[in-house]
């Protein structure tokens, strides 16, 4: 263990600042939290975190001092060229890798159930993208990754690609194998940008997947607070290779992030990073034992089956109920009981498990009892059978590309007249934030059925402000 990695120098910065008593004539407003009353006195303690970009506290865009020292200590623990911290979230940096890496027109292939930044990217890019739809598990009815195959027949078909833009893992914690995709890209000197967000703790190895970084991708992107303990909005951004412009990219986190970054925000990353580069091969240990005895406990329960597969991630459980409804009702009873998931879809509900240190207690055996209590709750009941979409046609492009739409006029229609024509808006199946039609794609049937059967099931979106009257905005 490199002795370093036992230093947290933001989280040590930010404390002496506190010791110190200061009195505050910067922003933010509340002053250290002294603005608020005693009956608040737990959330004005936290505020004296809430702090900007002062003396001996560094400055986020130009950091020399406790910012630039952790950021080190990050690239070092996952051997990176430069990692950066990230206080606006996977977002953003999904944004700045490919506003950074492309130029407008470039041809990219693109993972079809990526997050809905990514496209929001490559609206701002004007890319031209290539779909490449994954491989689907049609017992579970979740998607997988993709193929090689499938993205060597769309390298032959479109020679000039200039990025291809992945998501590994996918939602569920599945990880496809991405190394021969990588190994097949760089022999055409064509840079792999990945979104890991669900893989910041992929770097602790077996039996976890593989890091996106080991395997050799030029850049990506991690949620720390979705596996790692950051709060909420922070995220690892990793630069791994000279294919790409680290200038540009720099110049573009610049301008997409906020210039009043949350100190908060930073110094969970700083303490994340600590977290998970300390962890023990002991720790590991007893996080999977913890997890194999829950989930033995699961697989036991007679009205829910545990999706088993070998290249899932330890930290994702998925599971469905046996004939008694939909992954909505399993969600609402698991609820009604206490137990808040991850997310639920027709037929899933996710649950996202903790890194514990060894010995750490965690509410499993409780969990068990509720979930127990709550399964036995749920109706008997035909389960849907509807075909799960899985878009059949595995490259595609857009009907009417970016640059064009800016002058095209829109209109509603029913969805049941929508078949063949050209989706007017993007809408987002919310969670997991994979878009199901994407603005300038044409709308398939299996989509149609598969919305209705969403909209049913009073499933949330992004977008689609006129769906509750079946009704959707297509291009004239």
Request: proline share 5%.
């Amino acid at each position: 263990m490199d002795v370093t990695q036992k230093r947290t120098p933001l989280y040590e910065a930010l404390k002496t600042h506190i010791q110190k008593n200061t009195i505050s004539f910067h922003v933010p407003g509340h002053k250290n939290g002294c603005l608020f009353g005693e009956n608040l006195s737990n959330f004005r303690s936290f505020l004296q975190y809430d702090v900007t970009e002062i003396s001996g506290l560094d400055d986020f865009h130009n950091p020399e001092e406790a910012i630039f020292e952790a950021q080190e200590l990050l690239s070092s623990y996952y051997k990176t060229e430069k990692s950066y911290f990230l206080v606006n979230g996977s977002t953003v940096g999904n944004l700045a890798m490919i506003l950074g890496t492309c130029e407008e027109g470039d041809l990219v292939l693109v993972q079809r159930n990526c997050h809905k930044s990514v496209i929001h990217a490559l609206m701002l890019s004007k890319l031209q993208p290539v779909f490449i739809s994954p491989e689907v598990n049609k017992e579970w009815k979740v998607a997988n990754g993709l193929s090689k195959e499938t993205i060597s027949m769309a390298l032959n078909m479109y020679p000039n690609v200039k990025a291809i833009i992945l998501t590994y893992p996918n939602y569920f914690g599945i990880a496809s194998n991405i190394e021969e995709i990588i190994k097949l890209a760089h022999s055409k000197d064509i840079p792999v940008l990945v979104d890991e967000a669900h893989g910041a703790h992929f770097i602790l190895g077996k039996p976890f997947p593989k890091s996106a970084l080991s395997l050799g991708a030029d850049v990506v992107v991690q949620s720390a607070h979705k596996t790692l303990p950051a709060m909420t909005m922070g995220s690892f951004f990793h630069i791994n290779s000279s294919r790409v412009n680290k200038t540009k990219i720099e110049r573009y986190l610049h301008m997409l992030q906020s210039s009043s970054p949350s100190y908060p925000i930073m110094v969970s990353l700083d303490l994340a990073r600590h977290f998970i580069a300390n962890f023990t091969a002991e720790d590991k240990d007893f996080t999977i034992r913890c997890i194999q005895k829950f989930k033995e406990k699961l697989k036991s329960l007679k009205e829910i089956r545990v999706l088993l597969s070998p290249n899932q991630d330890p930290l994702k459980i998925t599971l469905q109920t046996k004939d008694r409804g939909s992954g909505y009702k399993l969600q609402e009873v698991l609820e009604n009981e206490g137990i808040f998931c991850e997310m639920a879809d027709p037929y899933n509900v996710l649950l996202v498990l903790p890194l514990l240190k060894k010995d750490q207690p965690y509410r499993y055996d409780e969990a068990f009892i509720k979930i127990k209590q709550a399964v036995k709750n749920l109706p008997q009941q035909k389960k849907h059978n509807h075909a799960f979409i899985s878009n059949s046609i595995l490259i595609s492009k857009l009907e009417l590309p970016y640059h064009e739409m800016g002058d095209k006029k829109k209109k509603l229609i029913s969805l049941d007249d929508a078949s063949g024509k050209v989706c007017g808006e993007t809408i987002i199946p919310y969670p997991p934030g994979v878009p199901l039609l994407m603005e300038g794609e044409k709308i398939s049937e299996e989509a149609i059925y598969y919305l209705n059967l969403l909209l049913d099931m009073q499933a949330r979106f992004h977008g689609g402000e006129n769906l509750i009257k079946r009704k959707i905005c297509i291009f004239e």
